[in-house]
Nanobody, 123 residues
Framework: QVQLVESGGGSVQAGGSLKLSCVMF????????MGWYRQAPGKERDLVST???????DYADSVKGRFTISRDNAKNTLYLQMNSLKTEDTAVYYC?????????????????WGQGTQVTVSS
């Protein structure tokens, strides 16, 4: 069973920085594609950034150049460095893992979610 636990959220003024962490409890972290999503009040959950198991990164246009995703497979940990934060970055940030799982019908991908961590950026 996989469990994801985020930390590092908090309150910061616009222009500031935060670094989020997501620890995976369970096996197979290095085989999972990882990502960060966020959900602002009254809005849908949106993709922020992804990092594949081979190191390919992708970012939402709104965070390109400001956020950096990284992973440490030895620590089963995913990170999101957030710089030059804006008020519109305020949201609950969720860690997600897409992990391969063997089933009787063959390999499948299972998505796991963390509980989320609040990021609040004030002007």
């Amino acid at each position: 069973q996989v469990q994801l636990v985020e930390s590092g959220g908090g309150s910061v003024q616009a222009g500031g920085s935060l670094k989020l962490s997501c620890v995976m409890f369970g096996t197979g972290f290095s085989n999972c594609g990882m990502g960060w999503y966020r959900q602002a009040p009254g809005k849908e959950r949106d993709l922020v950034s992804t990092l594949s198991k081979i190191g390919r990164t992708d970012y939402a246009d709104s965070v390109k150049g400001r956020f950096t995703i990284s992973r440490d497979n030895a620590k089963n940990t995913l990170y999101l460095q957030m710089n030059s934060l804006k008020t519109e970055d305020t949201a609950v940030y969720y860690c997600a893992a897409d992990c391969p799982q063997w089933a009787t019908t063959g390999w499948r991908t299972v998505k796991y979610w963390g509980q989320g961590t609040q990021v609040t950026v004030s002007s």
